[in-house]
């Protein structure tokens, strides 16, 4: 099993949709959790962490399931301009090093 | 906005040749990190360095890699001879004023290595 895994799409939403992005991740000790957006041949952006409690940052909202070693990434009423590829990032629990798991990644593609 | 800088952002070499990539991570940020993506492929860490020595490294990162901090401001990643399969995008990223702020980190743009 991959120690993160994404579908790796595409989503091609029209404008306005709301599209959910989900993740695995394989080491139950993970710490922490993130999303990145990538846009293409660019560096990878901190999008947002990823609380137990879930949380929302303007259109955006992320979950984390422990149990189910799951993530998700919801994006409400979308934008051209959310085009991207998202990364699922998880901090393994071998302390804090800074080495990030990235997923293969999310391409989201917004039409008008 | 602070940011991470690296040069250069593209470097074509032979085969072989030893290849010296620049970073000045973001001036107050404690832990600076390489990271590299094959086109096409994901993000894959390759070290950390905190305090002047490396906190950890992958199984990409093997004797032909090397990192060094000379001065207060630069974090360099030098490969000594290069290979094919070398060939990738290389990030520079720093984090944490802190320890608690360490895992948030800041990408730079990226160095493309294209090895011929």
């Known amino acids: 099993r991959k120690e993160v895994e994404q579908d790796p799409g595409p989503f091609n939403v029209p404008e306005g949709a709301t599209v959910a992005f989900n993740c695995t991740y394989s080491?139950?000790?993970?710490?922490?959790f993130f999303w990145y957006r990538q846009d293409c041949r660019k560096e990878p952006k901190l999008l947002m962490s990823?609380?137990?409690s879930g949380n929302e940052d303007g259109r955006f909202t992320a979950q984390l399931n422990r149990a189910s070693q799951y993530i998700s990434l919801l994006i409400r009423d979308s934008k051209l301009s959310d085009s991207a590829t998202y990364l699922c990032?998880?901090?393994?629990?071998?302390?804090?090093?800074?080495?990030?798991?990235f997923g293969q990644g999310t391409t989201l593609q917004v039409k008008p | 906005e602070p940011e991470v800088t690296q040069t250069p952002s593209h470097q074509v070499t032979q085969m072989g040749q030893e290849v010296i990539l620049r970073c000045v991570p973001i001036s107050n940020h404690l832990y600076f990190y390489w990271y590299r993506q094959i086109l096409g492929q994901k993000v894959e860490f390759l070290v950390s360095?905190?305090?002047?020595?490396?906190?950890?490294k992958s199984e990409i990162f093997d004797d032909q890699f090397s990192v060094e901090r000379p001065d207060g401001s630069n974090f360099t990643l030098k490969i000594r001879s290069t290979k094919l399969e070398d060939s990738a995008m290389y990030f520079c990223?720093?984090?944490?004023?802190?320890?608690?702020?360490?895992?948030?980190?800041?990408f730079g743009a990226g160095s493309r290595l294209t090895v011929l």
């Open positions: 990032v998880v901090l393994p629990p071998s302390g804090n090093t800074g080495k990030l798991i």
């Open positions: 990223a720093s984090s944490g004023q802190t320890f608690s702020g360490a895992n948030v980190l800041t």
């Open positions: 360095f905190y305090n002047n020595e490396i906190s950890e």
């Open positions: 080491n139950s000790a993970s710490q922490s």
């Open positions: 990823v609380y137990s």
